[in-house]
Each structure stands twice: as C-alpha cells, then as structure tokens.
C-alpha cells in the first residue's frame, strides 16, 4: 500500500490526509491508549493556545526553542484537544504553546511544515484540559506559582473540591490550600468548612 502511495506525486495536502489516515488506522490498530502513538498534522492556523497556561518562557528561551526547532525539527508533537464549537480554530493547546507559536510566526520552520502542526489529540473537557495543562507543565517543573493559584480558584469556582483538584494536579492538602490563600481572594474560602482541612 504505502509502495502505491510514494509512487504518485501528490500535493503535500493530500499526503497529509494520507497520512492522518494511515496512522489513525494503525494506532486504532495497535489497541494502545497512548496519544503520542497517533500524531496528526492539522492546519497551524487552526491552532489556539489556551487563556490558562500558566507556563511562560523567557526571550532567550524562546530564541533557543527557534534554534533548537530548526536544527533538530519538531520532536514533540504538540497536545490538542478538538474544540469543534470553535470553527476557526477547531484545536486547542493542552501542552506545546511555544512550539505551537514558533511554528506558527517563524516562517522557516512554517514552511517546512507545509504550515502544518503535528499533535497528539485529546478528548476533554474544559476543566480537564485545563488540569492536563497543569500536569504537563508541573512535571516539567515550569508552572507559576501565581497562575497556578488562580487555576486552583477557576476549579474551585467548578464546584471541586481541595481532593479532587489535589488528586487531578497531584497535589497534597497543604499545596492546594496554600495557593488558595496566595490569591488573596475570599470567593476561594466561600462556604468553606475549615474545620474539615485538618482531616
């Protein structure tokens, strides 16, 4: 199949739909719940970072990610989640904001991506994705302090409670109590029974 396939000069959209197929198929196939198995490539412009990412990186950083981009290529896919309700931009960023920005604005690296983004797809919901953002950020040990107590407000305004988010961020009791307080807000205390955060 894949003879047939490299022996017809097709344009580099239709090979992108060729090759989404074949590796949809494959990853249905292989039976393994892991999305890194199945990279995509989905149109850049239709790719939005998120308005809760709390990791920032600084310019040198950045100019390094760029670098290190156009040496070694993409080795990350970036994650996704569909948002369908969006149509301009029907994916957005769970993990890969930078990449995502670099492969957007930085037209060396667009063009050899045919303006193109490869990406592992989620399937979450809003307060999931943003706990995805979290952990991905968290287990690189490059989120905010700050922003990750406004995240731990916007659950708690969602109705969960200290164990979930403490079970979703993977945090203790201590840690999400203590950025509840760093924000300084009282809706984060609202109805709370205090009497229950010692047990």
């Known amino acids: 199949m894949i003879e047939e396939i490299t022996k017809q000069d097709l344009p580099f959209d239709e090979k992108v739909k060729i090759f989404n197929q074949v590796t949809q198929e494959l990853y249905d196939w292989l039976g393994v719940n892991h999305p890194s198995l199945n990279v995509q490539l989905v149109p850049a412009d239709k790719v939005i970072g998120n308005d809760y990412n709390p990791n920032h990186v600084a310019p040198p950083e950045m100019k390094l990610l760029k670098l290190s981009i156009?040496?070694?290529?993409?080795?990350?896919?970036?994650?996704?989640?569909?948002?369908?309700?969006?149509?301009?931009?029907?994916?957005?960023?769970?993990?890969?904001?930078?990449?995502?920005?670099?492969?957007?604005?930085?037209?060396?690296?667009?063009?050899?991506?045919?303006?193109?983004?490869?990406?592992?797809r989620l399937n979450k919901s809003l307060e999931d994705r943003i706990t995805a953002t979290v952990r991905h950020n968290m287990a690189r040990g490059t989120h905010q302090v700050?922003?990750?107590?406004?995240?731990?407000?916007?659950?708690?305004?969602?109705?969960?409670?200290?164990?979930?988010?403490?079970?979703?961020?993977?945090?203790?009791?201590?840690?999400?109590?203590?950025?509840?307080?760093?924000?300084?807000?009282?809706?984060?205390?609202?109805?709370?029974?205090?009497?229950?955060?010692?047990?």
């Open 146 to 199: 700050e922003l990750s107590a406004k995240l731990v407000t916007m659950l708690k305004k969602h109705n969960w409670t200290n164990a979930r988010i403490g079970m979703e961020l993977g945090m203790d009791a201590d840690e999400v109590l203590r950025l509840k307080q760093i924000t300084g807000l009282a809706e984060a205390f609202k109805n709370e029974e205090f009497s229950k955060s010692w047990i």
């Open 70 to 120: 156009k040496k070694d290529g993409v080795t990350m896919p970036v994650v996704v989640c569909d948002t369908p309700e969006d149509k301009k931009h029907p994916y957005t960023v769970v993990d890969g904001f930078h990449r995502t920005t670099v492969i957007q604005h930085d037209k060396q690296i667009n063009d050899s991506l045919h303006g193109y983004v490869p990406v592992s």
